[in-house]
C-alpha cells in the first residue's frame, strides 16, 4: 500500500478544487462540504488544468472549457461529457487526507487503440 | 478526394473538394464533426490521419497545434486539405445534426460600407452574389487576398435568405485582418466565406427567456438574436435579458438599436450596459428610459442584477475567452443553468 498524506481538510475550501503535489504525482482534490476526492489533475477531454477551469456545483464538477461535467462522487459522466472521471482512493484521517496512489493515474488522450488491429481501424 | 472516416457513432465517408478544409467539407455533407473556433485556435477539431502525406497542413503554427499529438497522426480538421484519398479517425462522440440543420456553404461577396462604430470596433457588410440563411448567432468564415488564413466573424443583422450580411470587428493591436480592415483599404474586397457555422443559435420553438452576456464584439451574434426575436415577436411571451460588457461609455455601441428593441417590447426586453473601466455615477449615460448602466464585469454585473432569478432560461455567452470562462461560472454557480441551456462562442 502506499497511502500518501496529500494535505489537511481545512486547505481545500468547500466546493473547491485544490491541486497538490504529493511525490511527484499530481493530484486534485475536491472538497464536497461533506467529502472528499482525489481525482488526476487534467479534464479527461482536451487536458486543461481543472484546478483553473473546474466548476463544482451541487455535486457536480463542470469543466468551463467544452462542459464536460461529472458527478464528483463517482467521477461518472453527465451531460457531453464522453469519459469519466478517474479517481484515487481516498481517506481522512483527523484532520489529514490521505490518497491511496499506486501509480499515477492518466487518461487514455487517444482513442480506439484497443479494438485495432493495426492501431488506426479495422 | 474521398475522406472516410470513423468515429465513436460510426463511419462515414465524404467528398472533399480541392482547396477545401476537410472540417468545412464534412460540415457541408452534414456530418457533426466536433468544431468550436473553424480558425485554428481551439483544437476541438483535431482528428487522426492514417497517412499524414494524404493531407496537407495549411497552417503549421496554429495555436490549436498545441492540443495534437504529431507522431500519432493527429490534426486540426479546420486547417488540413485532404491532397489524396484519406482515411481519418475523430476521437469525439459526434451527435448528429439537427434536422434542420442549415448546410455550409462557400461563396463569395464584396466587402462594402465599412464604417467606424467607436475608436476601435468597425462595422462592414458583405453584398451576396447568392442569397444564404443563417440561424441567429451564427459566424462565417472570411478570407480577404491580403490577409493570411481564415477569421471567424458573427452576424450581426439576421434575415433568410439574405444577401448581405453585417459584421463588427474589434480591432486587435498587431491584428492582421482587424489591422487591413482599419486601413480603410476594404471596401470593394472580393472575399471568400464558409459557413453557416456555429451551435450557438437562437431556437425560438425552446420557448424559454433568452439571458445573453457578451463581452465587446461579442454583441455581434446577440445583436442577431434580438433582432430575430424581435422580428417574430418573440418578446411579446418571452423575456430577454441582455449584458453588454465593454470598458467604458466611449467603447460602446449599438446603444441607439439596443435601445429600438427595448421600445419595441418594453416588458420584456430589458439591456444592461456593463462598464469596466468607468463609475456610471461620474458620467452622463444616454437613453435612460430604456437601457440600464452599472460598473464592473460583465458577467459579475449579470449575477448582480439577476439576483438570483433564472426562471426558465436558455443563455448565450459570447466574447473573449476569459469573459465568456467567468460567465459560465455564473451561469453555473449562480443560476445554476445545466449545461444543455449555456450556448458559448469563444472569440479567440
Ligand atoms: C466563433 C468566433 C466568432 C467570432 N466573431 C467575432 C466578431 O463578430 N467580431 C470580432 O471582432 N471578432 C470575432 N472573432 C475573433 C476573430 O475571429 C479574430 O480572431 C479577431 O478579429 C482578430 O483577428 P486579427 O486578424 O486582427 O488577429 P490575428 O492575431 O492576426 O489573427 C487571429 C486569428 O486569425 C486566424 N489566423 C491568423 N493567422 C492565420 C494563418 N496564417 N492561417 C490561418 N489562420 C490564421 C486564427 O484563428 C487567429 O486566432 C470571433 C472568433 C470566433 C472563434
Ligand atoms: S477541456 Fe475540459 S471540457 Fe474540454
Ligand atoms: S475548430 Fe479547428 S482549431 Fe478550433
Redesign the interface.
Known sequence: MSWKRVCSANDVAANSLKQFDVDGVPVLIANLGDEFRAYPPLCPH??ERLEE?G?C??GLL?C????W?WEMRTGEM???A?KPLLLYELKQENDDVLVNIEKELEYE????SEEDDDG??D | MKVSG?S?AGKFTFECRTGERILYAGLRMGLALPY?CATGTC??CKA?V?EPATIKDLWPEAPGNS?L?RE?GEFLMCQAHAIADC?I?V???MNSMPEDYIPLVSTQGTIVNSRLLTHDVMAFDIELADPIDFDAGQFVVLQVPDVEGGRAYSMVNYERATRRLEFIVKKKPDGRFSEWLFSSKADGTVAELCGPLGRAIFQPEEAKNLLCIAGGSGIAGMMSILSRGCQEDYFKDHGGTLFFGVRTLNDAFFLDELADFVSAFPDKLQVTIALSDEEVASIETPHNGSLNFATGFVHIVAAERMNRHYDDVVAYVAGPPPMV?GA??TL??DA?L???L?RYDKFS
Do not use: N, V
Request: hydrophobic content about 25%; aromatic content about 8%.
Open positions: 482536451m487536458e477551469s466548476i456545483e451541487g463542470t468551463s472549457k467544452h462542459l461535467q453527465r451531460g457531453e464522453e488522450y487517444e482513442e480506439d488506426f481501424w | 470513423r465513436k468550436e483544437g476541438t487522426r492514417r492540443y499529438q500519432r482515411e479517425a476521437p469525439a462522440k470562462d459560465i461560472r453555473i454557480l445554476r445545466p449545461a444543455d449555456i
